[in-house]
């Protein structure tokens, strides 16, 4: 197995609370030391100066597709994305078809995502049987396969039926899994398009708001309390659910959440060209809504940064925004909004952000190895990246067979240089490298 020296980077580190210029040696496998200069004429040499060296990113959210619509994306596509996107390990949601709502269906995504061996794929499992809300998926059985699924979900729904959210809770915090939720009550957001508002009356399209996501989010902050379930809360896109978590947090309920680049960076107005990129659930909010993510990701109210990444076929994609799809893909430009959105303006430090993007993430899905800290003995998941290098986003470069994304010919501040994955480079320089492990 090779061995790198990556040499002169600033490292930074939330969990060990490391920010400052530092060599860091990987070989077989595991970061071999971190100190000031170390001498290391046998590992290939990394020059950082300049550049970020950081636990790798975890993303708690990503579509991957497989099985079932394999034309969108795969294990391997995905994987790849991820490792150019600066990422060690990906959740991948249970809305594949067939619905990981089984033993053996998660351990097929997991298993499939170890023999690619780019990126750790994590396989969360539905809620309910085939996402369809009415009777509890085999949640235990998919805690006990191979797969060891941790987060529980019908992403893509949200649970409408408060009975079966509450047993679903009581269940899941008996192994201390998560719930986690896509807060979407379906009667009030039937048909819609974007988010309900003076900018939808114009367009003449049906809105869905911000009410939809609240009633749910709040509902399920209560049934955590009264169950003592853990429950993580998807793609936050309202200022009245980021407060919702703000108080709760207060209260010392069990709740986290994430929020996704699209929704910290754009708002309705991106559907002003009636533009089928910009179509997502939940969707994209007011100025005030995303103000509030900021604030919430600063304050530490959101834990983590997610993608949602949403690949999605042309042909479906490039439709009259009625018919498309919701979704947008996002493994290979979190980090450039983060920079640019987040860390470049002032709003969150480079430590914070990497907390949202690694470290928080990986703690909350117990997550062993990965999100730091960058010690001596552990497995050597380590991103490299320049905070001040740009790119322009071009899909038609990525490793993603997905080319959905509101953000094409964007400039963006911030460029992963290298991944590593279990001290095998994965990345370098937005291209993926061969497969690192075994199955
Ligand atoms: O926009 C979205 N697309 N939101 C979701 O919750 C599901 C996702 C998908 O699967 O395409």
Not at 158 to 165: D, F, K, P
Not at 187 to 204: C, D, F, I, T
Request: one cysteine or more; proline letters at 6%; aromatic letters at 4%.
């Amino acid at each position: 197995m090779s061995r790198y020296l990556i040499s002169g980077g600033r490292v930074v580190d939330p969990a060990s609370g490391r920010d400052g210029h530092a060599d860091v040696l990987i070989a077989e496998g595991v970061v071999a030391g971190v100190a000031e200069r170390i001498d290391a004429p046998d590992a290939e040499r990394i020059d950082a100066s300049g550049a970020v060296v950081a636990p790798a990113f975890v993303d708690m959210h990503a579509h991957l597709r497989e099985p079932g619509r394999e034309d969108e994306e795969t294990i391997a596509s995905a994987s790849a994305a991820a490792a150019c996107g600066g990422y060690s390990a990906i959740c991948a949601m249970p809305n594949t078809d067939p619905v990981a709502d089984s033993a053996s269906v998660v351990e097929k995504v997991w298993r499939a995502g170890r023999a690619v061996g780019l990126v750790e794929v994590v396989a969360a499992g539905a809620l309910s049987r085939n996402l369809e809300g009415h009777k509890l998926a085999d949640l235990g059985e998919m805690a006990m396969s191979p797969a060891r699924v941790r987060l529980f979900t019908d992403d893509g729904n949200g649970v409408q039926n408060s009975l079966l959210a509450r047993r679903a809770m009581e269940y899941l915090a008996g192994f201390d899994a998560i719930y986690a939720e896509h807060c979407e009550d379906a009667a009030l957001a039937a048909g819609g398009q974007m988010h309900e508002g003076e900018r939808a009356s114009v367009l003449g399209l049906r809105g869905i708001p911000a009410e939809a996501e609240e009633i749910m989010a709040a509902r399920d902050i209560a049934l955590a309390k009264l169950t003592g379930c853990r429950l993580h809360l998807l793609h936050v896109s309202t200022a009245g659910t980021v407060e919702l978590v703000r108080r709760a947090k207060a209260e010392g309920a069990a709740v986290t959440a994430e929020a996704t680049p699209h929704h910290f960076t754009l708002t309705d107005a991106a559907l002003d060209g009636y533009d089928p990129n910009a179509k997502v659930n939940p969707p994209l909010r007011t100025g005030a809504d995303r103000a509030a993510i900021v604030a919430g990701l600063a304050d530490g109210t959101i834990d983590a940064i997610a993608t949602d990444h949403a690949p999605h076929a042309p042909e479906e994609k490039d439709q009259e925004l009625t018919y498309a799809p919701p979704g947008i893909a996002g493994l290979e430009t979190a980090l450039g909004l983060t920079i640019t959105e987040l860390v470049a303006p002032g709003h969150l430090t480079l430590m914070q952000a990497v907390a949202r993007l690694a470290s928080t993430p990986a703690s909350i899905l117990g997550l062993d190895g990965h999100g730091g800290p960058l010690a001596p003995g552990a497995p050597a998941n380590v991103v490299v990246f320049d905070p001040h290098g740009s790119v322009t986003v071009d899909p038609a470069r990525w490793a993603s067979t997905a080319r959905n994304t509101p953000f094409a010919g964007r400039v963006l501040t911030g460029r992963v240089l290298h991944t590593f994955f279990g001290g095998s480079e994965t990345a370098r320089d937005g291209a993926p490298l061969g497969a690192a492990v075994d199955a």
